[in-house]
């Protein structure tokens, strides 16, 4: 028997990169590695975790997206790794006439190497936790209409300034203000792929800024953060407090243990791509948390105003969805979806393409603990 939410793949969109071979520290072909995604217009921004850059690709005649163009976020920001160091960014959205861009905020331990080093020296190597500086960056540049629907980020645009919150090669202050947290705290130090900190959604209305964590999963609940931010000087940007002096709320969501991937209003809806934590696989799901702009305060949000919009195919080590976007072109409620390690039917490996899916909503069914409860018999 078919599953009612899987979800109705309503097209495909083609996404015709440059080669990638000519950029330094980059090891896999950008469309096999991509992160995040954000459209305006005619234009779809894209990121890659391996760089410290932003990929725009232009809507073309056929329905297709190409003319890639390729900016190095260094020329806008001031990353204190510098253009070569991994930014490993999770979420990209457009709001305001600018490109939020947040990374993941996470540990990496170093992997086992086996193919390099014997058993002991592999097992050493695990021993070491990085901290990658430019992964804490938060903030946002100013986009800049070229053509009619056509945009690209600038530094500055008249009274529009790239702007984000301190970070620095020690630390950041996003990590400083969740320092003491009760729910987070101890999962700073702990890698990401281990339900350590890990940040991988984004989503941005007006001044205020929500954070999806894939990491830690607090006991099968995943976490969003949400910021309300100002811009405290010229290129400065910092959270205001708000709920009871803290400088964001903090909401827990029963997702019976998958982290988010991503996030993205709708209406005062906020929808969410949710999947395995840490280095699991297994199958991803649109979710719908109901009214999520007007939470006033941090809590565990009630189960029955999270409802599942579809459940994406799922396979083995191939297709990890990793971003979504809204898509007026497939009708009411349809999402582009982005996929990490595109099954090989999807790629054109000889022209830098790689195919998104455009899916319509499945019929939505409230209370998702319930209904993955009655599925697995429990």
Same mark, same amino acid.
């Given at each position: ?30 469309? #096999? ?21 932003? *990929? ?15 900016? +190095? ?16 960014? =999770? ?19 170093? #992997? ?19 901290? =990658? ?5 938060? @903030? ?13 980020? $600038?530094?500055? *645009? *008249? ?9 620095? #090669?020690?630390?950041? $202050?996003? +990590? ?18 281990? &339900? ?6 984004? $989503? ?33 940007? #910092?959270?205001?407090? !708000? ?15 998958? @982290? ?33 702009? @007007? ?15 579809? =459940? ?34 999807? +790629? ?10 455009? !899916?319509?909503?499945?019929?939505? =069914? ?7 409860? $009655?599925?697995?018999? &429990?």
């Amino acid at each position: 028997m078919s599953n009612p939410s899987h979800a109705n793949r309503l097209d495909q969109v083609a996404l015709t990169f440059s080669d990638w071979r000519p950029l330094r520290h980059v090891e896999d072909p950008l469309h #096999k590695d991509l992160s995040a995604v954000a459209r305006v217009g005619d234009s779809l921004f894209l990121a890659c975790d391996e760089t410290a850059s932003i *990929e725009r690709l232009r809507r073309l005649e056929d329905g297709s997206f190409g003319d890639h163009r390729h900016y +190095t976020l260094n020329d806008f920001v001031d990353l204190p790794a510098g253009a070569e160091g991994e930014m490993d960014i =999770e979420g990209l959205c457009v709001e305001g006439g600018f490109l939020w861009i947040v990374g993941s905020h996470s540990l990496k331990r170093c #992997k086992p190497k086996l193919d390099e080093s014997d058993a002991d020296d592999a097992l050493k190597n695990m021993e070491s936790v990085e901290r =990658e500086p430019n992964r804490y960056f938060l @903030g946002r540049v100013p986009l800049v209409e070229e053509a009619p629907g056509l945009f690209i980020p $600038a530094k500055s *645009e *008249e009274e529009r300034h790239a702007a984000w919150v301190r970070f620095g #090669k020690k630390r950041s $202050a996003l +990590t400083r203000w969740l320092a003491d947290d009760p729910h987070l705290s101890q999962f700073l130090k702990i890698p990401s792929k281990e &339900n350590g900190f890990d940040v991988e959604g984004l $989503a941005v209305r007006g001044s205020r800024i929500w954070l999806g964590l894939r990491g830690p999963v607090l006991r099968g609940h995943a976490v969003v953060l949400d910021l309300d931010i100002k811009e405290q000087a010229p290129g400065r940007l #910092k959270a205001r407090r !708000i709920d009871g002096g803290q400088r964001y709320r903090k909401h827990l969501l029963d997702t019976r243990g998958l @982290g988010i991937r991503d996030m993205r209003f709708d209406g005062d809806d906020l929808l969410l791509l949710v999947g395995p934590t840490m280095s699991l696989e297994g199958p991803a799901f649109v979710l719908r948390w109901r009214g999520a702009f @007007g939470e006033a305060g941090s809590g565990v949000v009630d189960p029955s105003r999270i409802e599942i919009v579809a =459940e994406l195919p799922y396979q083995l080590h191939a297709d990890h969805p990793e971003g979504i976007d809204l898509w007026p072109e497939g009708g009411q409620g349809a999402l582009l979806v982005i996929y990490d390690a595109p099954a090989p039917e999807r +790629t054109d490996p000889d022209t830098f393409t790689v195919h998104a899916d455009v !899916i319509g909503p499945a019929r939505s =069914e409230r209370g998702l603990v319930s209904r993955i409860l $009655a599925a697995s018999g &429990n």
